[in-house]
């Protein structure tokens, strides 16, 4: 089992970073990939990043590309999310999750915490 839980999330203004957490414990985090994703009520959550367990590779949707930036610290069990340049339709619940391998799919992911809220203000 792996327990994952989030941080960092706040009400932000327009343009401004912010960056979240997610502190985990339990089986060997480094031997793991990680994930970020986003939700808003009513709608299917959606895919950000995601981290092979060395950090080396690194994969984002188009909608993180160039703002978002996903990294680890396996002394620390922590993976992070820096957020930049945050607009309005960046408000949502946002979820790290644990997976053998990176990948896009939610689906790929056997582990999730329960998120950390981000809102935008402008």
């Known amino acids: 089992q792996v327990q994952l839980v989030e941080s960092g999330g706040s009400l932000v203004q327009v343009g401004g970073s912010l960056r979240l957490s997610c502190a985990a414990s339990?089986?060997?985090?480094?031997?793991?990939?990680m994930g970020w994703f986003r939700q808003v009520p009513g709608k299917e959550r959606k895919f950000l990043a995601t981290?092979?367990?060395?950090?080396?590779?690194?994969y984002y949707a188009n909608s993180a590309k160039g703002r978002f930036t996903i990294s680890r610290d396996n002394s620390k069990n922590t993976v992070y999310l820096q957020m930049n340049s945050l607009e309005p339709e960046d408000t949502a619940v946002y979820y790290c999750?644990?997976?053998?391998?990176?990948?896009?799919?939610?689906?790929?992911?056997?582990?999730w915490g329960r998120g950390t809220q981000v809102t935008v203000s402008s």
């Open positions: 999750a644990a997976a053998g391998s990176p990948g896009v799919e939610a689906s790929l992911y056997n582990y």
């Open positions: 339990g089986r060997a985090f480094s031997g793991l990939a």
């Open positions: 981290i092979s367990w060395s950090g080396s590779n690194t």
